[in-house]
């Protein structure tokens, strides 16, 4: 299974997940030893899976880090805090996530997009 780590040392996902708002989005970054690159990908597919099916669920992604890096970034887009919640909380997820490579390390967080216009950088 995956080590949890926070990404923020100042607020945990557990705080973020008591928040009432939406949308929003988790960036989830992994690290992996390269020799389990595959059975990362496989157990996402497999929890990106349950998720897909969960209300509020939007949208996922997974992205891999270029030139031989074996760190990862999924993103996934929440109708609100408390769709993401009951999904992260619902056994069959836990049981899912069961089977990460133990040398996968993950640090989940939630984001909202801010509503800043004309400061795209091309």
């Known amino acids: 299974m ?3 780590e ?6 945990t996902l557990s ?4 928040a ?3 949308p929003v989005v988790l960036m989830n970054l992994f690290t992996i030893d390269p ?9 996402w597919a497999h929890d990106a899976d349950f998720m897909k099916g969960q209300p509020g669920y939007i949208s996922t992604q997974m992205h891999k880090g270029i030139a031989g890096s074996s760190t990862y970034v999924n993103y ?14 619902h056994p069959e997820f836990h049981r899912r996530i069961a089977k990460y490579p133990e040398s996968a390390a993950a640090r989940p967080h ?13």
């Open 2 to 4: 995956a080590g949890l």
């Open 35 to 43: 020799s389990d690159e595959q059975a990362l990908l496989d157990a």
């Open 15 to 18: 705080e973020q997940m008591d």
């Open 76 to 89: 996934a887009v929440w109708q609100d805090v408390q769709s993401f919640r009951a999904a992260f909380m």
């Open 110 to 122: 939630l984001f909202r997009k801010l509503a800043v216009a004309n400061h795209c950088v091309a």
């Open 6 to 11: 926070e990404l923020d040392g100042a607020v």
């Open 20 to 22: 009432e708002e939406g």
